[in-house]
């Protein structure tokens, strides 16, 4: 192919007509002129503006299956040809489609492939590679597998090699399996045997010594991974790993433990390095893990591995408790305060009756530490150990003029959690409130609530005469800890009048003015519907006029309905609406409507036991209902609430199976969030899951 006529009929082509990730696609014939120009810095420039626009994110346009035929001429005539193979062969490969027909991208790719099967003997090695990615991506198996075969015995490049192995077990997995029982031998390169590791796996075939061997002879892998254009194998043990796990069998398991204890083992830090990274991956998704690997890992907490490993234990929790005497270590070491920092942070996460007296010694300068005590770095069950060195020294800080950024904050609340047995410091946070009203307000009350009567009022005093300048969360603490309305409703009526006020925050610190809820021609935005939810359940709980607050959930309802990104304003309704009990009965086909979303469905079902004829519930469809989106990690900890509602009647034998295994398979329940919560997360689940399988379990 001639460059200069690979962009024969740019112009005539109706570029207008279709789209892209940012609208028309009439700016693309002067990305692909740059694209096919002299400017070396200007064609890389267009190849990412095409990865931006055809291939946004990883979701292909229209403008997609309409570039191919230009991509793939321009690479042809050996014009960055591996840049554009590439970008073939990700526009084949994603399934993740926007305004075109499903497929209709992948085919446009694969009725290039008279132009780009010629790549595969390419003298440039980069250039091979990224055609044996490009034409396995279009799964036209009847052409391009018989291409690739072809090749196999005549590439010598590990890498195009390891390309090709690739290839050909996602094309047909039982003949990359065969192919790569010939390249699992330790005189075959790492990349390759690496390669022939992840066929097997792709095969489906049984882990067994020969591939145990061949993936600890190819550590560390990581470098390897980089070079393969498969990003699922950028780190390769993890993925290993993973793969083993997710197969669900108890030989599987062990084999992934049996694979990191080895690695977690091995004399060179790079591989330690992986394996940790690895380790934590398996923790987040086996029950079974942390167990498996603490042995292995405790001898790298205080060694020159602790880094990697401290992130590790923070995201076990007290599952790590044995890891607290080198912690512990780590954290009294004075010569590196960041390091000792962290090492408390997860101390207090691991074992905070050990981190207590530490974090009294270095208040001040071990903010991970304080984070960790105060609660913003993992859920916690139960309050922060008290210790009275520790409330000397919460109280020292809190007068100290360098006091800010998250600091008051962190002290503030973790006094809260003592209650009553921190009211030595009422007077500190007397004299925080002027200057850090938000923090210091709540942590007043719920300290001076369960101190002496004259320390209450005091408290109650001092709060009144913030509260008309202060924020609105310091007239809520007024109402909070005396119960009286008068300075909370005269703090409402401003914020609520003014135009910058926080409506939704209002409506949820007391109660609302009807005048604020919005109307029918209201924008249809997230802010919107949760103001109004807020609202109804503010009315509700003041007026209790269900006359009132039942149409203003409908309305939330129809306006939420159908709209994937306003379910969690149409979940906080149903929770409002379970409130009204049968004042809320109006609201039942709603409520039914919200079925056909999992996440929606806990909700729903509390809601409709609340407010329905609980003759008229099909509680064994509910319970099956319920039990899906527990499987499917659809706000799980709320199926179970919903399922107690229920109750036992609503439960099959089948049911019951389904329960148990969630309290007691191997791979975790929870798999998403925020990375330090998982684990956390999953084994409150299983507490609650357990304590819901015995409540509803029958009766012998």
Known sequence: MDLALALDGLDAHPWAATTHAYGSAEDLPDVLRALAGD??????????????????????????????????????????????????????????????????????????LPLMTPSLTDTDPAVRQAAVWALAQT???????????????????????????????????????????????????????????????????????????????????????????????????????????????????????????????????????????????????????????????LPLVTAADAPGVLSLLANLGPIAAEAAPGLAELAEAGHDDVLADRALGVLALVAPDRAAPLLARGLGRRPRG?????????PQDVPFPFHHELLTAVRARLTEDDLSGNEPVQLARLLRQWGGRAAAALPELHGLLPRFPLPAAPALAAIAAESAPDERRRAAR???????????????????????????????AKELSEASGDVAGAARAAGALRGALSGADARRITPVLDADVALADALWRITGDARTVVPVLDSVFARAAGEPWFRWSAIRAARVAAALGPAGRPLVPRLEALLEDLEQVPAAVLALVAVADGESLDRRSLAGLLLTAAEREANASEACDALEALGPRALTADHLRRLNDLAERDLRVIGSGLEDRIVHADERLRVRVRAVAATLRPTP
């Open 39 to 112: 400017d070396e810095e200007a064609a890389d420039e267009a190849v990412s503006e095409l990865y931006g626009s055809v291939l946004h994110q990883g979701t292909v346009y229209a403008a997609g299956a309409e570039v191919a035929p230009f991509l793939a001429r321009v690479a042809a005539a050996g014009h960055k040809s591996a840049d554009l193979l590439r970008l073939l062969g990700d526009l084949a490969g994603s399934d993740d489609e926007c305004g075109v027909e499903p497929g209709a991208v992948r085919e446009a790719v694969a009725a290039q």
């Open 139 to 297: 799964r036209a198996v009847g052409t391009v597998l018989p291409e690739l075969l072809d090749r196999w015995d005549a590439e010598r490049e590990p890498l195009v090699r390891a390309e090709l192995l690739g290839a050909v077990a996602r094309l047909e997995p039982a003949a990359g399996a065969a192919l790569a029982k010939t390249v699992l031998g330790p005189e075959q390169p790492a990349r390759l045997r690496l390669a022939a590791v992840f066929a097997h796996l792709d095969a489906g075939e049984a882990w067994d010594a020969a591939l145990h061997r061949a993936m600890l002879s190819s550590l560390p892998a990581s470098p390897l991974g980089g070079e393969q254009l498969d990003l699922d194998q950028a780190e390769p043990l993890c993925a290993v790993v993973e793969a083993l796990l997710r197969r669900g069998t108890d030989a599987e398991t062990a084999a992934a433990g049996d694979l990191l204890d080895t690695a977690l083992r091995d004399e060179r830090a790079e591989v330690r390095a992986e394996a940790v990274w690895a380790a934590d991956r398996a923790c987040r998704l086996s029950r079974s893990a942390p167990e498996r690997l603490l042995p292995a890992l």
């Open 462 to 492: 001092v709060l009144r005469e913030s509260a008309p300048e202060g924020p609105l969360p310091v007239a809520q603490a007024h109402f909070e800890l005396t119960g009286e309305t008068d300075v909370l409703l005269a703090r409402l």
């Open 370 to 378: 304080l984070d960790a005590a105060a609660g913003f770095r993992a």
